[in-house]
């Protein structure tokens, strides 16, 4: 691809669409709310918090991020949503449980605005959960017709002149990429027969992007991870990137298990277990929703180890990822880690990781930054996958034939080259022998 010769200033209003209003995106909203309030800060945000290197370590150049590239200002963020229940976002955070009755009091009146669009929702593929706000349609491509007019419609009253969608919707069912998904048009054609392999986010996915509008894949389902849509992306000249948040457990696990194979030591085993009692946590107790996550959280350790290269050390591990539903803890999970690593002559250690943590707090500033990243990425005129953003991701989507990068720290060094890159500066290697010349 072709480095952007210059980047469209961030002018107006920006857009957020929310396919599913439930605890992610509530709290992600509040959050913008009570930042832009002056009330927090943006504790977890790379684009609000983070700075970055340019030049050479002598040069003391770190701007902060936000300054360096032109991001939309969070006063410039408005905000739009489905759901399958009538909520509105101040009472569906009040439900989820995320933030305190004081924080939520204060962004009250801009939460109780927030009222979510009828839902294109299919049961077969969210079997535990269950409301009133759905679209009627006589098939599914009439239903993705309806949800771009939706966007059409919010486009047009929130006054917005660009927009971006992130799926913060449930976990559906797993669905296997088929013939149906490989072409725009058997796509279509599959709408309108009512495949059994169109899952609803597929629906946003499809609208959005036809829409000219950004897409985000907060969850592991399928949705724009099909080539279909990601030939419309290129086609249309949208960006898309996906999928599943990396919040918790995974993101710790891409972080120890890079520095066991940086230093050559084996793991035999790695045991994986979470309890939590939200409402995903609900969703995830249908054997179908759990198959999909499962996959999502399964393919990392292979991906960073590569027991392919290292069968001596991973060619023999064992890797188990279980999550129990367990309400009297609602959002805030608790991930247990059993790490069986060996060492030198083969002697066996253990790691224990507990990770008490809250789900929704860790996942809304990702929410943020995809938010703010691929609204960047489609004014300096990019296109299709967006695999510098893996960083957010436990199962990124890449190029056909391309094996993902799940190491945070790769993935955090891409994220910043392709910044640098789009402003001309040089890329950093960290080769330093400059400094020893
Ligand atoms: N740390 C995290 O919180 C985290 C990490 C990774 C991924 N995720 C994923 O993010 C998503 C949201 O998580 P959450 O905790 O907010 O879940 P949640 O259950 O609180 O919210 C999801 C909402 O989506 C709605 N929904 C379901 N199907 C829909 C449809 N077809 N159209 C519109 N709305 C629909 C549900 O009614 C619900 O209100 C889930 O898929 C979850 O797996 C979350």
Same mark, same amino acid.
């Given at each position: 691809m072709e480095k952007p010769s210059k980047i469209a200033p961030a002018k107006g209003r920006l857009g957020v669409l929310l396919p599913g209003m439930g605890a992610?995106?509530?709290?992600?909203?509040?959050?913008?709310?009570? !930042?832009?309030?002056?009330k927090s800060q943006p504790?977890?945000?790379?684009? *609000? %918090?983070?700075?970055?290197?340019l030049g #050479?370590? +002598?040069d003391a150049r770190s701007p902060l991020i936000k300054k360096f590239v032109p991001l939309a200002e969070l006063t410039d963020l408005t905000f739009g949503g489905w759901d399958i229940f009538k909520d509105n976002a101040y009472q569906s955070a009040a439900n989820a449980g995320v933030l305190n009755p004081q924080d939520l009091e204060k962004v009250k009146p801009f939460l109780s605005t927030i009222k979510p669009m009828k839902a294109a929702f299919d049961r077969d593929f969210v079997k535990l959960i269950d409301g009133p706000n759905i679209k009627k349609g006589k098939n599914k491509y009439e239903l993705a017709l309806q949800i771009k007019e939706d966007i059409a419609d919010f486009r047009k009253t929130a006054r917005a002149s660009r927009l971006v969608t992130c799926w913060c919707g449930s976990t559906e069912s797993f669905v296997k990429p088929e013939e149906v998904h490989s072409t725009p048009e058997k796509f279509v054609e599959a709408m309108q027969s009512n495949h059994p392999a169109i899952a609803p986010s597929m629906l946003y996915a499809w609208a959005s992007v036809t829409s000219g509008v950004p897409y985000a894949n907060g969850s592991p389902n399928l949705s724009v991870d099909i080539p279909a849509i990601q030939q419309l992306a290129h086609d249309h000249n949208v960006v898309i990137c996906g999928k599943d948040f990396k919040t918790g457990q995974t993101l710790l696990k891409t972080v120890l298990a890079p520095a066991f194979k940086a230093r050559m030591l084996? @793991?035999?085993?790695?045991?994986?277990?979470?309890?939590?009692?939200?409402?995903?946590?609900?969703?995830?107790?249908? /054997?179908? &929703?759990?198959? +999909?996550?499962?996959e999502s959280k399964l393919s990392v350790l292979e991906y960073i180890l590569q027991p392919q290269l290292y069968p001596q050390l991973y060619g023999k591990m064992c890797h188990k990822v279980r999550i129990n539903y367990y309400p009297p803890r609602g959002d805030n999970k608790e991930g247990w880690d059993?790490?069986?690593?060996?060492?030198? $002559?083969? =002697?066996? %250690? *253990?790691?224990?990781?507990?990770?008490?943590?809250?789900? &929704?707090?860790?996942?809304? /500033?990702? !929410?943020?930054?995809?938010? @703010?990243? @691929?609204?960047l990425a489609q004014r300096a005129g990019m296109h299709g996958i967006q695999e510098w953003l893996s960083f957010?991701?436990?199962? /990124?989507? +890449?190029a056909p034939g $391309? =094996? /993902?990068?799940?190491? @945070?720290?790769? *993935? &955090? %060094? #891409?994220?910043?080259? +392709?910044?640098?890159? %789009?402003?001309?500066?040089?890329?950093?290697?960290?080769?330093?022998?400059? =400094? =020893?010349?």
């Open positions: 992610v995106s509530t709290t992600f909203m509040a959050g913008v709310e009570l !930042v832009r309030k002056g504790v977890g945000s790379l684009t *609000q %918090m983070g700075t970055i290197r #050479k370590r +002598t084996g @793991l035999e085993g790695w045991f994986s277990t979470n309890i939590l009692g939200n409402r995903d946590g609900e969703v995830l107790e249908d /054997p179908g &929703s759990f198959k +999909t996550k499962e059993n790490i069986d690593i060996f060492g030198w $002559l083969g =002697y066996p %250690m *253990q790691i224990k990781v507990d990770f008490l943590c809250r789900d &929704s707090i860790l996942a809304a /500033p990702i !929410v943020l930054d995809l938010v @703010l990243f @691929l609204d957010y991701f436990k199962s /990124p989507m +890449t $391309l =094996y /993902p990068e799940h190491d @945070l720290f790769i *993935q &955090s %060094m #891409k994220l910043k080259n +392709t910044l640098r890159w %789009m402003k001309g500066e040089d890329l950093i290697t960290h080769l330093g022998q400059e =400094y =020893y010349d």
